[in-house]
């Protein structure tokens, strides 16, 4: 199945959940995965003076309070089932301040510490709740960014898109970029039984680029 929801609104989410309780026979498993870098008119690379409140709003609205209002649409089902397991898509940049997009990396920190507040609250009753941490993906996202750091970096200077976000890659330990798979991957074992012991954690999967 799938719905339509605005993950801004607490009536839409609550509507979602509750259609796929009613559709499915209950809800196990939540996986937040929306999020967006500022308004629909946002310029990539701005200097943090020159971010306006609109796109540092917009930016939090998706991605901090989305994550909070499905978890919260979905949490009382769970408890009353004693067994859930939820999923939030952070980001590598929620682990280490990230240049151009300060207000995309401290919403994703926000989504981290969220997630590791609600999985304290949630243990006992059955439910676990963790992050998941993406490193480089190649993305509509990416293509705009790469040219910012081909003027900032001289060694990019004249790089297509693609070549500096290759250059990136090649920089990890593994050197490899990620892929949506591969987070949907880790996503499914967060919410298997296999992680039943695991809570409250940030998993990178970025080809080794963080290692804390």
Not at 47 to 62: G, M, N, R
Not at 121 to 134: F, K, L, Q
Request: hydrophobic share 45%; charged share 20%.
């Amino acid at each position: 199945m799938a719905l339509h929801l605005d993950v801004t609104d607490a009536a839409s989410c609550e509507a979602a959940i509750g259609q796929t309780r009613s559709d499915l026979g209950g809800l196990d498993i939540l996986v937040n995965n929306a999020g967006v870098i500022g308004g629909p008119d946002f310029k990539l690379g701005l200097p943090l003076s020159d971010i306006s409140e609109a796109d540092w709003d917009a930016t939090y609205e998706v991605n901090v309070k989305g994550v909070f209002l499905l978890c919260r649409a979905a949490l009382s089902g769970m408890v009353e089932n004693k067994w859930g397991r939820i999923v939030n898509i952070s980001s590598r940049a929620g682990r280490h301040g990230t240049e151009a997009i300060p207000h995309y990396s401290a919403s994703k920190a926000a989504v981290i510490n969220f997630t590791q507040a609600l999985a304290r609250e949630a243990a006992r009753h059955g439910i676990t709740a963790n992050a998941v941490c993406p490193g480089l993906i190649w993305t509509p996202m990416w293509e705009k960014l790469a040219p910012l750091y081909g003027q900032k970096i001289p060694r990019l200077e004249g790089m297509t898109p693609r070549q500096v976000f290759d250059y990136f890659v090649d920089s990890t330990p593994l050197k490899r970029e990620q892929t949506p798979e591969d987070i949907g991957r880790v996503a499914a074992f967060l919410a298997s039984e296999d992680a039943r012991t695991i809570t409250g954690q940030a998993l990178l999967v970025d080809s080794g680029a963080v290692m804390p």
